[in-house]
């Protein structure tokens, strides 16, 4: 039991003496006058500091974590998929969600840049984004929005999926008022079950909308839900009722311009559904969307994720690190702190599961990851010829990427939490800076 003799004789409260153990109390009460930019009135707004000197102080100088982008890497996993194509089949790249993370604009310049004709986009809102930032391609939201929204797709040129006639009539009626044609890609739920005409559906929605003049049907696409599992029945089943659609379309004489449906795993494991056109997500970003692709292609990953060494210390054996204290010193070892938490998208469920590398070597991370800052521990111990590593405050620490041979991958962090890659490069969050190389 801690005990507090003042607290025992004076009944005086735990803040009290812990306030006058260091010094926190209110100094101003003892008369002496308050330092300028101390005081009340003051600290808003003290003198003598230079607004430019200020900005100038750099985003890695303000927090020591950050996330590096190479676009480059963008670059080549766009070329090494658009040769793989059939000619004259057209690349989507996907940037929804802020490019997986990666950051929507300049991943979508890199990509366009290299060989991606058409953007995806998840809402109306990242479509816009990416027309105010200059980029002119064919732009799909892979969803319906909502039709109140309709002003803004035409406006900005950004195409919705349809899959209800309300909202197809409403977007061909709003387009016709300002003489616009509407322009639209329709989804077809081959199986998935998550947006889209059911397949054998399609020619009853084609009549239900093809009355109306302003509708121009620009594409037709589906998703599958199982591109990237290792059996391959259900893939077959909705390419086959996919194909189905397009051929009833076909038949009845209606054009269905852009033939879509594969996803990273499908354009790669299956070019026979390929068609006109293929939707790169994941891989785009360096990630194998399945084990069964990593000897197809060589992709490259365009996210590492780095900190600097926050505070070092020597804990004694059997000590605890972090909440919970579940962390255990063994004595022969240095704890260093970083910061970069749960709330910059390091997942707490990571705890003890992932690896930083300091000067080329894999340092364990060490006790819960807490919300703003993380620990890891550096052994102390020397083997062989392996050098000895002598953590310093300033440091630069890698989360994720690779360093002096070794490596830590968003893979490896994906499988130690028990969840995909693309939850994992999403989660870092935009408390951390982004730098594009
Ligand atoms: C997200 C998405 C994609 C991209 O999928 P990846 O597996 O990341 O390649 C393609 N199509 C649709 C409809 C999507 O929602």
């Not at 996803?263 to 994941?282: K, W």
Request: net charge negative.
């Amino acid at each position: 039991m801690l005990s507090f003799p003042a607290y025992q004789e004076k009944g005086t409260s735990v803040e009290e003496i812990i306030n006058g153990f260091t010094g926190f109390a209110n100094k101003g009460a003892s008369g002496a006058a308050p330092r300028r930019g101390r005081g009340e009135s003051e600290r808003h707004e003290p003198i003598g500091f230079d607004d430019d000197v200020l900005a100038a102080i750099g985003e890695k100088d303000r927090r020591w974590s950050w996330v590096e982008i190479d676009t480059s890497a963008i670059r080549w996993n766009t070329m090494e998929v658009k040769k793989r194509l059939h000619p004259g089949c057209r690349l989507m790249a996907v940037v929804k969600a802020d490019a997986y993370g990666h950051g929507a604009v300049p991943c979508a310049k890199a990509a366009c840049n290299s060989g991606a004709e058409y953007l995806g986009v998840a809402t109306l809102d990242e479509g816009i984004e990416l027309r105010k930032a200059g980029l002119n391609q064919p732009i799909l939201i892979l969803a319906e929005p909502p039709a109140s929204s309709i002003p803004l797709l035409l406006r900005y040129g950004i195409m919705p999926s349809v899959y209800t006639s309300e909202f197809a009539i409403a977007y061909a009626e709003c387009a016709d008022a300002h003489g616009l044609m509407a322009p639209y890609h329709l989804a077809v739920n081959s199986g998935m079950n998550r947006i889209g005409v059911r397949w054998d559906q399609v020619m009853e929605f084609m009549m239900q909308v093809s009355f109306h003049r302003a509708l121009e049907l620009v594409g037709v696409f589906t998703h599958f839900a199982t591109a990237d599992c290792p059996d391959s029945i259900d893939f077959h089943m909705q390419a086959k009722r996919f194909v189905e659609a397009v051929t009833a379309m076909h038949n009845a004489g209606i054009d269905p311009g852009i033939v879509h449906c594969d996803n990273s795993a499908a354009l790669l494991r299956y070019s026979e559904t390929n068609f006109d056109m293929v939707r790169l997500g994941i891989a785009l970003y360096g990630f194998h969307p399945c084990p069964e692709t990593r000897n197809m292609i060589d992709l490259r990953p365009a996210m590492s994720v780095h900190a600097r060494i926050t505070d070092v210390r020597t804990v004694p054996m059997s000590e605890g690190v972090s909440y919970g204290l579940n962390y255990r010193s063994p004595g022969s070892v240095k704890i260093c702190t970083i910061p970069v938490g749960y709330a910059d998208g390091l997942r707490r469920a990571l705890s003890g599961r992932t690896s930083f590398i300091l000067d080329g070597q894999l340092c364990r991370q060490a006790g819960n990851i807490c919300m703003d800052q993380c620990m890891f521990e550096v052994d102390m111990r020397s083997y062989g010829s392996r050098p000895r590593l002598n953590p310093q405050i300033g440091d630069e620490v890698t989360l994720v990427g690779s360093q002096g041979g070794v490596s830590v991958t968003i893979d490896d962090m994906a499988a130690a939490a028990g969840t995909i890659q693309h939850e994992i490069a999403i989660g870092f969050s935009h408390r951390m800076p982004r730098f594009y190389r």
